[in-house]
């Protein structure tokens, strides 16, 4: 067998022995000296480590160090009482630190065992059962990571058998600290009952034994034992240190002196009081050591703040403080919030949003915005613009609130020739689709542009096909980006020049949610809800009629009746498609009411045929070049546009109550059974 692993057998065994044997005074100096410099090299490993699990063998360090202590503190026991004296070490001891006096050693030996028991161990008693508790705890959660890390391919069997190696060690090294701090407070608590003994087991034998009176024998073995528990309790103050050391170090790169200077003295201001604090306490205290100190800390801060206005921030720096604020717990609130419109593109766009690369990306998104104020009355949201490396170098994605809704691509040193379907002359290019309206379409160079527009092509450059597409999907979802804090501004700003009209209403008729309801099913069809005044008069008069959101949603369309009429006709005749009186009655008889809402429920097969009848109708209207406009009853407008909504997404359907009334109606179709 090797020598080192004979090493602790043989250790234990003389501990042991030592414990039985009578020893020597001059082989107990060995011991003790060895003790004291054992503790001291433990100690001063403690203070350069690292990581805590550096020095895995703390554990048994522990209880081979208390043990070792005990069997010299008893072996120095025997000799004190049997031949009163107990070797030059724990004479010296008596007389270096204690003065040869047995109040001031004895007043010196309480205040070293209180240090030890009360304050030091107790604390790293405490710590280490933290510790163990919250590490036992986490490793389910560990072991667990580890495992999504293996099957995600993320590390390899070899590294996980090492992680689980490390978790494991982790989790023994500091239950095992937990139990060895015990030893280490109970050893402070056997040095004061060993003190106790020998001097009462002193006073017997030197009164009893030797004849010598009480004097004699309190000063002979009183200041024999205060010595030996000096002995004794340094080196248990210096382990009880070392373990308060180990418990609470936490990994870092550097040693702890290193940590010390860096976190202590990182920050000149705090340097700067002190001198201040110091200086004031001059005046009231001893003058010298101050002035010292404040001059101390004067040039300490002086040289600090020197230092770190020469020494920038650098990268690396930069990015472990950002990645120090998002460890930080608040900081996780932050990845909640949810950008209501975002529009994300490749890196071969860039360009067009980069201001000093000539786009204008951005101050078009501003304009769609304005535009989007006056046309539909809601005010935008603020639009996200970011690049996204996944997405392809000329793809740009539209999002509301974290969803794709639209998506498209763009070729930037190109423009983009539409045609709207009534040119026939070919040109050269690349063919495309037109991401908003799906129309065919070619991309062509600048060179081509005049020869296109010449053809009769729509000539648009790359900015523009994206602000139209980003305006036409705003549009069409302007319902789903406004929400009741969205109403409430709009109400806030009426309420500035209108306060009876809001004081009437809300809350005293409707809630915001209601309006807010009210409000996103104009916007859902295209109405503009920027005559907030007429919306909430109309809302005031028939809300205490009904609560209906649809039904009151229909009385404010009415109200809104000529500037809808504008929208879809223009002069005063108008081209429509209405419904048979019988397809009207079978809508009505098939609405169904429920506290939820109204919905219908048609037969399949004559829900077919007043499909394939509108169908029809519509085609006609295609044929022509208009847009189809659907003209029923004000009761059963509603009903009809929910059935056709999903079938026929965008179709126009209006009431004879939203007409101008000196509009001049031609049907050219008629929907029926």
């Known amino acids: 067998m090797k020598i080192q692993g004979l090493s602790v057998p043989i250790v234990i065994i003389i501990i042991v022995l030592v414990f039985i044997l009578p020893i020597p005074g001059g082989i107990l100096d060995v011991l003790h000296a060895a003790n004291i410099m054992i503790s001291t090299i433990i100690l001063l490993n403690t203070i350069y480590i690292r990581d805590a699990e550096e020095l895995s063998i703390f554990p048994t360090l522990l209880v081979i160090t208390t043990i070792f202590r005990l069997s010299v503190n008893v072996a120095a026991t025997k000799l004190i009482l049997s031949d009163g004296s107990a070797g030059r070490v724990i004479e010296g001891f008596g007389n270096f630190v204690a003065r040869g006096n047995m109040v001031v050693g004895f007043v010196i030996f309480i205040i070293i065992v209180i240090v030890n028991f009360l304050v030091i161990t107790k604390g790293a008693e405490r710590i280490a059962e933290v510790a163990a508790r919250f590490t036992l705890d986490a490793m389910p959660g560990k072991q667990m990571a580890i495992d999504a890390d293996l099957n995600s391919g993320l590390i390899n069997e070899e590294e996980a058998k090492e992680r689980r190696k490390k978790v494991q060690k982790s989790a023994d090294f500091y239950g095992a600290m937990d139990g060895a701090t015990k030893f280490v407070k109970n050893d402070a608590i056997a040095g004061i009952v060993v003190a106790l003994v020998n001097i009462v087991g002193g006073l017997i034998t030197g009164m009893l034994m030797r004849g010598e009176s009480f004097q004699e024998a309190l000063e002979t073995y009183a200041l024999l034992t205060i010595g030996n528990g000096l002995v004794c309790q340094i080196p248990a103050l210096m382990i009880s240190t070392a373990t308060s050391f180990v418990v609470t170090r936490s990994a870092s790169d550097t040693e702890i002196g290193d940590e010390l200077l860096r976190q202590l003295f990182n920050n000149y201001k705090v340097l700067y009081i002190a001198a201040v604090l110091s200086f004031i306490l ?135 020739a539409i045609n709207p379907g009534t040119v026939d002359k070919e040109i050269e290019g690349i063919k ?190 295609a044929e022509i070049g208009q847009q189809p406009v659907v003209l029923t009853s004000p009761i059963v407008r509603m009903y009809f546009k929910k059935f056709t909504e999903h079938v026929i997404p965008g179709l126009v359907v209006l009431s004879y109550n939203e007409l101008d009334p000196n509009m001049e109606i031609q049907t050219i179709g008629m929907v029926s059974i």
């Open 282 to 416: 001059s005046f009231f205290l001893t003058k010298i050591p101050f002035w010292i100190l404040t001059a101390l800390f004067i040039y300490l801060g002086y040289v600090l703040s020197k230092k770190q206005k020469q020494e920038p921030i650098t990268e690396e720096e930069e990015q472990e403080i950002q990645a120090e604020e998002i460890r930080k717990p608040e900081n996780v609130m932050g990845l909640l919030q949810i950008d209501p419109l975002e529009l994300e593109f490749g890196y071969a766009l860039i360009p067009l949003a980069d201001a000093s690369q000539g786009g204008d990306l951005l101050d078009r998104v501003v304009m769609i915005r304005r535009q989007l104020a006056l046309e539909l009355g809601i005010i935008v949201p603020i639009i996200r613009l970011r690049d996204n490396i996944q997405l392809g170098p000329n793809e740009y994605v539209i999002k509301i609130k974290g969803v794709e809704v639209a998506r498209g691509e763009l070729m930037p040193d190109h423009y983009l």
């Open 432 to 621: 495309t689709t037109e991401p908003t309206f799906g129309l065919p379409a070619l991309w062509i160079a600048q060179s081509q542009t005049d020869k296109a527009e010449v053809a009769g092509y729509t000539v648009v450059d790359p900015p523009s096909v994206i602000t139209t597409h980003l305006t036409e999907v705003i549009k069409q979802n302007a319902h789903l980006l406004l929400g009741r804090q969205e109403v409430q501004s709009l109400i806030d700003n009426v309420k500035q020049n209108y306060p009876v009209v809001v004081d009437e209403l809300v809350p005293k008729l409707l809630t915001i949610g209601e309006i807010q309801k009210v409000l996103a099913n104009l916007l859902k069809e295209g109405v503009s809800i920027r005559d907030m005044v007429t919306i909430l008069e109309t809302l005031g008069d028939y809300a205490p009629i009904t609560r209906d959101t649809d039904v009151l949603t229909e009385y404010v369309r009415q109200a809104l009746g000529r500037s809808i009429t504008k929208k879809y006709f223009e002069g005063n005749k108008s081209t429509v498609i209405t419904l048979d009186p019988e397809v009207e009655q079978t809508i009505m008889n098939s609405v169904q009411k429920t506290e939820t809402g109204s919905y219908i429920a048609l037969e399949p097969s004559i829900a077919n045929r007043i499909i394939n009848s509108l169908s029809k109708q519509i085609q006609k209207f």
